[in-house]
């Protein structure tokens, strides 16, 4: 049985905390929202009304596809009638039984990241990033940044494929290989130390979160 994929929870929980902040700001006359993110600074001005209530059935109507597209491969019969985040929250608590799956685990981890980031760039912004120093392990390239939004690492060069069958940089071309707070012992062998990486998320989380 494959595991997860690592990313595809992270892309699911930043919907669910992000979706409301979509509804938020399509509110006439929306005040910031309780989140304090950044979906406070947009003006309700038409254009970005338009450009959110299109995000917003764009997402609803792909959470509730992936959730009976879920539901129906599981065997688990039609899936009951929820909101949007409840439903997100069903499709995660099904991420286990999805990955025996391949195709389908795919097709959530490519949904979920198309949606969060549609959603994202809806809110008006883009996931911090920050550069590491040092060289990636696998293709030697300057290329390695920091996520805080993931407190992941991840090599931004296209072309850089690990060689492992599980990964799906092999497979996927938007896929970037990533290194989670777990593997970071890999990277310290080649020089980048896991103090360095930590300092470099904790100055982007904060950055964000202004
Ligand atoms: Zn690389
Ligand atoms: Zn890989």
Partial sequence: MTRPAPDTAHWINTL???????LTSLAPGSRPSTTGRRAASVSP???????????????TDGVIELDEAVHERLGLGRPRR???????????????????????????????RRMARRCAHALGDSEAVLRLPG??????????RAFPDRRAVLCVNPACRCGDGDCACGTDPAHR???????WAALAEHGIDGSVIRAALDTGAGGAAR
């Fill in 16 to 22: 669910i905390s992000r979706f409301p902040e979509l």
């Fill in 135 to 144: 060289r990636c392990p696998r293709c030697d390239s300057v290329s390695l």
């Fill in 45 to 59: 001005s038409l254009p970005v009304q338009l450009h959110i209530s299109d995000a917003l059935r764009d997402i």
């Fill in 82 to 112: 929820a909101r949007v985040p409840q439903r997100l929250i069903r499709i995660a608590s099904l991420l286990d039984a999805v990955a025996a799956h391949p195709d389908l685990a795919e097709h959530v981890r490519d949904e979920a």
């Fill in 177 to 183: 290989h990533i290194w989670q707070e777990s593997q």
